[in-house]
C-alpha cells in the first residue's frame, strides 16, 4: 500500500462498516492482503449475517493459500441464510492476531451482530472504520454518509473512529472517478471530523494515479469478488 | 443523473419508480429482499406505497385489486413467492389487467436454495398457474438491462393488459454493476379507462369497466380465450427480442443462453474464438415470446454442427430450442440446477466435445 506502512495504528481490531454494497468485503480482504504482505499476522472473520452472496467466505481459499485465515460459520452452512455467528468469534476478540479484521454485514441491519459481541469488545480496544462509496444509493451526499453512521452506531453499540473512501464504479472505474471519490470523503473526513484513514484505487489504475493529490495512503485492489464469467485477480505472496 | 453503482435488486427498485410505479407490494425473500429493503425507503420519499403483504398469496391479490383500479402496480418474489402467486396472476391474466412480476430465481423445487437458478422457465412460460394464459417474459443479463427492462415491463403490461415478468436469476438480483437511468418519470397508464374501475364520473368512456374473470356460459368463455389468443399471438408478432453473438462468422455451434449463463457463454465463446474456434449465440431476451424464428435460421446455417442450450437448470428451455430447430440440427442441453454456475472453461469442454 502506496504510504501505508506510516499508518502504524491499523494494527488490533479492526470492524469495518458500512452500507449494502459499499465495498466492506473487498477493502476487508486486500486490507488483510496487505498486510499480511507486509509480514502481519492476519486474521479475517466473515460477520455478514445478511447478504447471502458475494461474501469473505468466497474468497477464503486464496487468503488461505496466504496464510490468512478466515473465521467463518460451519462448511455445512456456507450457503445458508441464516444468522449464523460462530462462537469461534468471540475467542478471536479475546485472543486477537497483530491485526485482526471483522467484516460485518451491510447497513444498521449487518451491524446489530457487533452488539451481541459487546461483552468480548469491552475489554479490549477496537477501530471501527466506516467504507464509504459515493456512488452508491444512500451515500452519494454527506448527510447520507452521517445518517448511515448514525444508525450503524446507534445498533451495532460502538463508535465509528474513521473512514475508508473506497469510491468506485467495479469494472468501469475511471482516473476521475477515484479524485472526485477523494475530494468527496475528505470532505465528508472535514464535516464529520474523523480521519481519512485511507482510500483504495483498482491495482490496475495504480500507475496512472497521481497520489500526491492524496493526503492519505492509497490501497490497491485486486478484485476477488467477481461474477462467474470473470477471473478473480491472483494474489501473489 | 449520471451513473450510479447498483445492486441489480436495488436497480429494479429504483427504475419501477422511474417508470411512474408508486405502488409496490411484496414479502421477503432471498435472494430479492433487497427490492422491498430499498424500496420501503425510497417509495415514502417519492410519495408512493410499499406494503408488505401477510403472504406472497395477499400480494397476488393485493397487484389485482390495484391493478383493477387503474394504479401502476409492481411485485417482486423469488421462486417459492411466485408459486404461491401464481393462482393471482391466472386471475389477473383473465380479467386483462396490467402488473409487472419481478422473479429473482433461486434453486427448487420446493424451497431448493438460495443461489441462482433458471429453474422457473417453465413457470414463467408455459402457466404456473391455471387456464390458457401467457405471460409476457423479459430475461436480463445485467443490471442495466433489467434496469431497461422494468421500464419497458411497464408500458408492455398496459399495450397488452396483460401481466409481464421479468425473470432474473439470483445473481442478477445481487450483483453489483454501474447503471444509469433516464430522468423522465413516467405517469400514470394512459389507457386506465379502457378497464379501471375508477368510477363514471372521471372517465371518458360511457360503459361501465367490470373486472371479471368468471365466465360460465360455454360461448362467452371461448370468445374470452380467443381474445386472449389474439393477444399472444399478437405478442409472438410484435414483441420478440434477443441478442445475437459472433453470428457473422462460419460458427460451428450455437449456443442458447439468457440472462447470467449467457454472461458465462460469451466468455467461453471469446475464449474458443481466440484458439480459432468460431461459436455463435442467440440470448433471448424474451423467453414469451421466444425466438423461435431467428434460433431456427441461425441453426440451419451450413457449418452449424450442434444447437446447445446451456441454463441453470435440468433442461427447460432446450424444449423451446428443440421446437424452434425442428430436426434441422442436432439439440443438446447442458446445465446445472443446484445454484453453481458453469465455468467458462467448462461450456468450452462441453462445446467441443460436441463438435468435429
Keep these: 500500500m502506496i504510504g501505508f506502512n506510516t499508518v502504524e495504528k491499523l494494527k488490533g481490531i479492526v470492524v469495518v462498516v458500512g452500507n449494502y454494497g459499499s465495498g466492506k468485503t473487498e477493502v476487508s480482504i486486500n486490507l488483510a492482503v496487505n498486510r499480511k504482505r507486509a509480514g502481519i499476522d492476519v486474521r479475517i472473520a466473515d460477520l455478514d449475517l445478511v447478504n447471502p452472496y458475494f461474501r469473505t467466505r468466497e474468497a477464503r481459499k486464496p487468503l488461505a493459500k496466504l496464510g490468512i485465515e478466515v473465521v467463518m460459520p460451519a462448511e455445512k452452512y456456507l450457503k445458508a441464510d441464516l444468522p449464523i455467528l460462530s462462537p469461534v468469534v468471540a475467542g478471536l476478540i479475546r485472543r486477537p492476531s497483530q491485526l485482526t479484521l471483522i467484516d460485518a454485514g451491510g447497513n444498521d441491519v449487518g451491524a446489530t451482530v457487533l452488539a451481541s459481541l459487546a461483552d468480548a469488545f469491552r475489554k479490549t480496544s477496537v477501530q471501527m472504520l466506516q467504507v464509504v462509496n459515493p456512488y452508491r444509493p444512500f451515500t452519494e451526499t454527506i448527510e447520507g454518509c452521517l445518517k448511515m453512521r448514525d444508525e450503524i452506531e446507534k445498533t451495532s453499540k460502538m463508535t465509528i473512529i474513521g473512514i475508508i473512501g473506497n469510491a468506485n464504479m467495479i469494472d468501469e472505474t475511471a482516473i476521475e472517478d477515484i479524485y472526485k471519490g477523494y475530494d468527496f470523503v475528505k470532505a465528508l473526513s472535514d464535516e464529520s471530523r474523523l480521519p481519512l484513514k485511507f482510500i483504495t484505487a483498482p491495482a490496475t489504475l495504480l500507475a496512472e494515479i497521481d497520489t500526491g493529490r492524496f493526503s492519505c495512503p492509497v490501497l490497491p485492489i485486486e478484485r476477488q469478488l467477481v461474477p462467474p464469467w470473470i477471473k478473480a485477480a491472483g494474489l501473489k505472496k | ?356
Design chain 2, 1 to 356: 443523473m449520471g451513473k450510479i453503482l447498483m445492486k441489480g435488486n436495488e436497480a429494479i427498485g429504483e427504475a419501477a419508480i422511474r417508470a411512474g410505479c408508486l405502488n409496490y407490494f411484496a414479502y421477503p425473500i432471498t435472494p430479492q429482499s433487497e427490492v422491498a429493503e430499498y424500496l420501503s425507503r425510497r417509495m415514502p420519499e417519492v410519495g408512493g406505497v410499499f406494503l408488505q403483504g401477510e403472504s406472497e398469496v395477499a400480494v397476488g391479490y393485493m397487484l389485482f385489486g390495484a391493478a383493477g383500479c387503474g394504479a401502476r402496480v409492481f411485485t417482486t418474489s423469488s421462486s417459492p413467492g411466485i408459486s404461491l402467486m401464481s393462482e393471482a396472476i391466472s386471475y389477473i391474466s383473465a380479467a386483462e389487467l396490467p402488473a409487472v412480476f419481478v422473479n429473482i430465481v433461486r434453486g427448487g423445487p420446493g424451497l431448493g436454495g438460495i443461489l441462482p437458478s433458471q429453474a422457473d422457465y417453465f413457470q414463467a412460460t408455459k402457466g404456473g398457474g391455471h387456464g390458457d394464459y401467457r405471460l409476457l417474459v423479459l430475461a436480463p443479463a445485467g443490471v442495466q438491462e433489467a434496469v431497461d427492462m422494468v421500464m419497458m415491463a411497464f408500458p408492455l403490461a398496459e399495450k397488452y393488459r396483460n401481466p409481464v415478468m421479468i425473470l432474473g436469476d439470483g445473481l442478477i438480483g445481487q450483483m453489483m454493476e454501474p447503471v444509469e437511468f433516464s430522468d423522465r418519470f413516467k405517469s400514470e397508464p394512459s389507457n386506465k379507462d379502457d378497464w379501471a374501475t375508477n368510477g363514471m364520473a372521471t372517465r371518458n368512456r360511457k360503459e361501465r369497466n367490470l373486472v371479471k374473470s368468471l365466465f360460465l356460459d360455454a360461448e362467452l368463455l371461448e370468445e374470452h380465450n380467443l381474445v386472449l389468443k389474439a393477444k399472444y399471438d399478437r405478442m409472438k408478432q410484435e414483441e420478440v427480442r434477443y441478442e445475437p453473438y459472433n453470428i457473422e462468422t462460419d460458427y460451428r455451434a450455437l449456443i442458447v443462453s439468457y440472462g447470467t449463463m449467457s454472461r458465462v457463454c460469451k466468455t467461453a465463446i471469446d475464449n474458443m474464438k481466440a484458439e480459432g474456434v468460431e461459436v455463435a449465440m442467440i440470448r433471448p431476451q424474451t423467453l414469451f415470446p421466444f425466438p423461435i424464428k431467428a434460433i431456427r435460421a441461425a441453426a440451419a446455417k451450413d457449418g452449424c454442427q450442434v444447437v446447445i442450450s446451456v441454463e441453470l437448470s435440468m433442461g427447460q428451455m432446450v424444449e423451446d430450442v428443440d421446437r424452434s430447430v425442428q430436426g434441422k440440427c442436432p439439440v443438446h442441453w447442458h446445465g446445472k440446477a443446484g445454484g453453481e454456475i458453469p465455468t467458462p472453461e467448462e461450456v468450452v469442454d462441453v462445446v467441443k466435445s460436441f463438435i468435429k
